[in-house]
């Protein structure tokens, strides 16, 4: 089992800037990526980015590709996501996530963290 642990949520105004992180813990040598995804209310939980386990890919959702970053330290067994140039449509949970598949990891999750940005 793996367990994830976000941080870093909270509220913000358009254009403005959060870092989120996610610290991983238990057996994160079972899983070949780590990654975020978005659940804003009464949608689907959506894909935003996925990173590989050595940093070496990234992936990235078509909405947030040049203005968020995922990055990781394996020696902290962390993950973040720097996201700049925030929107409103932005708003929503967001899931930490990790597991095999290096595209959209799901099989580990996290318990979320509320990301507001108002405009």
């Known amino acids: 089992q793996v367990q994830l642990v976000e941080s870093g949520g909270g509220s913000v105004q358009a254009g403005g800037s959060l870092r989120l992180s996610c610290a991983a813990s238990?057996?994160?040598?079972?899983?070949?990526?780590m990654g975020w995804f978005l659940q804003a209310p009464g949608k689907e939980r959506g894909f935003v980015a996925a990173?590989?386990?050595?940093?070496?890919?990234?992936y990235y959702a078509d909405s947030v590709k040049g203005r968020f970053t995922i990055s990781r330290d394996n020696a902290k067994n962390t993950v973040y996501l720097q996201m700049n140039s925030l929107k409103p449509e932005d708003t929503a949970v967001y899931y930490c996530?990790?597991?095999?598949?290096?595209?959209?990891?799901?099989?580990?999750w996290g318990q979320g963290t509320q990301v507001t940005v108002s405009s």
């Open positions: 996530a990790a597991g095999r598949r290096v595209l959209q990891p799901s099989d580990y």
């Open positions: 238990g057996r994160t040598d079972s899983t070949n990526a």
């Open positions: 990173i590989s386990t050595s940093g070496g890919n990234t």
